[in-house]
């Protein structure tokens, strides 16, 4: 440690912009955990079951979310599908839903990811262009083997879209979602200002050798490459504005974690911001980290930045934060077969250094 | 299928150059599953607790497993350790040993793999080539993020190493086990005929795409692109005779597989010609089946080829196989945590379209 690294840090409550916030026990679960890692306003994705693909459901599960956390902005989403007409984008505006998130799978069915199919979308993203909505994107083209597509690539075979989406409605802002790969990055900083990319804390972290065996660690994107997780670290440590917090954390129970099929996804919502003071400090960049996890992604969602005074988190290295081995989520047994209806988060047992003083 | 597929096939009885039959229980369990799986030659790891570091250690292996499959012939090996020395090579040809097998982290101690390294074992790898022994190797570097070594690259990093030990020793047999790349197919095609290479049934089937968030499929090295699956089909299809069956078949108990950190490894044993003929007959090459499980191999191992009327076996298309969804092993609970005490094969529940006639 330098001796000019500080002992506490002040912050805004952090913002962030990728979020998977459930419903149900682990709804319960989940959403007071978003504040105790030191964010107050999170981007709740509409991936349910089933998918918020109306305003209505969009409207009524933000409801839910805010009587779990009266101190939190939600901020809401809408899953891209054929409903989503330009009549609907206007009610959803006008209810004030943000962002429509549009996954590989809710393009086309049993098909590959392909310019046809975008473009049934083309009135719907005028629609949204106009409407300042924001698009958000599962950036990843479907594995087909035939035409060399796997998870290692699908990423970087998705940038094509990405360009002509920016390229066709230069106006409309659309996030990159949980960038993993160099090209992703270097596509983005290629792009306008309207275009903006999340990133995750478990892809600062881990490398391929990390989900390999072990499951805790496996989520989609999948991490990737050495070289690719030093593009992530060095974009986030350049300061670059159109790079910002966006978590993906996905909870499930250990149950769906260990065994045959273990399912996608890395929890980190409950001990958010120390484990990203912890890495940025690693890195030599925790000057970065009020950027990252509050300013630019206010920004670019045009939300207000924080007034001088308003209220704020400190982060301090006095009391070493204990990540808990586990939660219990309030479901019956019969939701998680026969193991310990618990939620595993990442970095489960380890020691970060940073923890949130009380405040 | 076309209509001159035949019905059954006659095949000598396999020999697979790669295999784990373990110790204890396991040992006991899988070593007659070999026979049923259409091979009666096997070359056994020496990756045993504690590794056969002697021509001791080997040969009493080599009367255990013996025992428990009389009609097999046991291809016996030695770990690389620094106690093979040059006299030690010559007791264990002596005494009938076949190969010593490198494995990356048997070379060095807490440190990459290095040509300062490789060279402590120059006389080694002498003595061996004067006794005609066989040198098999785990050809992956140990992972290095700031040398952007990972697990997806270890076996395209490895390969200088390879070329240069056949420059150094241009008789010694060297064999590139369980090749997972289309850069190391390439360059065991570009070196001399002392140079052989082992592919698994797996890797022929394989991609990261499945491996990921399914434990039963993962292994080491694991499966890559589907760039790299094609050039390990197109060498098996080609019949090229440096490259032949080295299952590297690797049963964990169930309970090793599916949990916090998965062991690699994938159990092919009890299926593994049946499995094999399916794939090649899916692959159009079912003319080259032979050549790779059985004449490819003994040619380099310098074994005799099976004599015209001596025992074969024959496969036939009339009854599927249905493979087994689990093995039971014999050890106690203790061994095995709260799981079931059983081994999971390859294919689990599925259905094979040839299974070995009684012979």
Known sequence: MSSSTPDTITLPWASD?????????????????????????????????PP?????????????????????????????????????IGRAAAAGITAVKMYPSGVTTNSEW???????YYPTFAAMQDANMVLCLHGECPSDADKGICILNAEERFLDTLRELHAAFPRLRIVLEHATTRAAVDCVKSLGST???TITAHHLV????????????????????????AALRD??????????????????LLSAKQGERPAAGVFTTPVLIPLLATLFEKLGCLSRLEGFVS???RSFYQLPQPAAGSAAITLT??????????YAVDCSPADAGSQPVTVVPFMAGTELAWSIAST
Chains 1, 2 share one sequence.
Do not use: I
Request: hydrophobic content about 40%; charged content about 15%; glycine content about 8%.
């Open 295 to 297: 300013a630019h992604g």
């Open 235 to 252: 974009v986030v440590a350049s300061g670059h504005p159109r790079f910002f917090l966006g978590s993906d954390s996905a909870p499930h």
């Open 317 to 326: 290295r006095a009391a070493p934060l204990k990540v808990p081995r586990a």
């Open 114 to 120: 392909g310019v046809a199919d975008l473009r049934a």
């Open 206 to 229: 881990l490398t391929v050798d990390d989900w390999a065996g072990q499951p805790h660690h496996f989520c989609k994107p999948v991490a990737k490459f050495p070289s690719d997780r």
């Open 17 to 49: 912009f990728h979020c998977h916030l459930r419903q149900g026990a682990m709804m319960e679960l989940v959403v007071p955990l978003v504040e105790q890692g030191g964010v107050r306003t999170v981007l709740a994705m509409p991936n349910l079951t």
């Open 195 to 197: 275009v903006g990319c």
């Open 52 to 88: 918020l693909t109306t305003t209505q459901m969009a409207v009524d599960y933000g409801q839910r979310l805010q009587a779990l956390a009266p101190s939190v902005h939600f901020v809401l989403t809408l899953y891209l599908n054929p409903d989503l007409t330009p009549e609907e």
